[in-house]
């Protein structure tokens, strides 16, 4: 049989399906499958040209509005297309030209497709999904460590419990992933987080170098320091967290929170991999003010760290910072940062 319809459930399914094509009759160019669980008006197949690379063809009005595109490895390109033995008709393909990319192009299906499935245009559904995925296109994903993982969920969720409000604005503050020494910066202060797995009523924060406690330049500065533990049986994780921030942004919040995510080291294909779930034990607010212990670039002035050294990191025992402690809970929290 040329055509299977057939229906996606993960994309460990559709990277299986993708297997299925390669037993498919060579007509046309392509070997291909339908996908069945969409709308009757929409025709979505992935295929496998002779060459064995992967494609995402999509027939439907409005083919003629797609422009082609190309960027390391992927390429998006409008045409006729004939599948099987059906005539020729118009429509786009999606096509990744480096097999190296193999995965990331198959999570870019999948979410092409979801995308497609619950639009009355597929095409343009497809075509924002692709535009959405550059930022985690033009770099192999690599699997995030544990304190990465734990570090972005972190951030992400004090993102989605204390900005949400204003969350798209917030995350045009969330300039961490961006190289800057503040997770979050806004006029009238910064906000350092540290998410910890540390066990103990007041956890050991790591301090990863000399500017994250270094006053902002302007307002104040703050830490939020989290502290969970992994439990499988606990109803947070690092991707239900960035579905929900996701969920909640307008169409350029949601282009830049994909930008911080990609630069951050996330990558949709890293999915299945981040399975950890966290169990929340406490959140407190810490004003960084006179005498709060830290170290700073201008701990050595005025002449600087000696000569030969650098990378300077060290941890920070939140049980002495009860003098600087604003907020011990989510409503104090959520009152404190309003003002920021």
């Not at 979410?111 to 619950?118: E, G």
């Not at 692709?130 to 993982?149: L, N």
């Not at 300039?175 to 987080?193: C, I, W």
């Not at 991999?273 to 005498?291: C, D, M, T």
Request: some cysteine; aromatic content about 8%; proline content about 4%.
């Amino acid at each position: 049989m040329l055509l299977i319809e057939w229906g996606i459930k993960n994309v460990d399914d559709l990277a299986g399906k993708w297997k299925q094509v390669a037993s498919c009759d060579l007509k046309n160019g392509w070997r291909a499958l339908r996908i069945a669980d969409v709308p009757d008006t929409h025709n979505i197949f992935i295929a496998l040209d002779g060459l064995g690379l992967k494609h995402l063809i999509i027939l439907a009005q409005g083919a003629d509005s797609a422009k082609l595109w190309k960027t390391k490895g992927l390429e998006i390109a409008p045409g006729e297309f004939g599948i099987g033995d059906s005539p020729l008709a118009a429509g786009i393909r999606l096509s990744c030209l480096d097999k190296d990319f193999d995965e990331t192009f198959v999570s870019l299906a999948d979410a092409a497709i979801r995308a497609a499935r619950v639009s009355p245009d597929p095409i343009s559904a497809a075509l924002e999904t692709a535009k959405e995925f550059r930022w985690f296109w033009s770099t192999h994903a690599q699997s995030m460590t544990g304190d990465q993982e734990l570090g972005l969920f972190g951030e992400l969720w004090c993102l989605n419990r204390y900005f949400s409000i204003s969350i798209d604005a917030a995350i045009d503050g969330w300039n961490g992933p961006m190289g800057a020494r503040h997770d979050y910066q806004f006029t009238k202060g910064s906000l350092e987080v540290k998410a910890t797995s540390k066990a103990g009523i007041a956890p050991v924060v790591a301090i990863a170098n000399l500017e994250q406690l270094s006053d902002p330049v302007t307002g104040q500065l703050f830490l939020f320091v989290l502290q969970a533990s992994e439990d499988a049986l606990a109803s947070n994780s690092l991707v239900m967290e960035i579905q929900s921030a996701l969920a909640k942004v307008g169409a350029s919040g949601k282009i830049a929170l994909l930008e911080r995510l990609a630069k951050a080291g996330y990558n949709p294909i890293l999915d299945g991999q981040l399975k950890r779930r966290f169990r929340i034990l406490s959140e407190r607010l810490y004003r960084v003010g006179p005498g709060f212990p830290r170290i700073t670039t201008s701990t050595f002035m005025p002449n600087g760290l000696p000569v030969g050294t650098g990378n300077v990191s060290y941890t920070l025992d939140t049980a002495v910072l009860n003098s600087w402690l604003i907020a011990p809970d989510h409503q104090g929290i959520m009152a404190a940062l309003a003002a920021i």
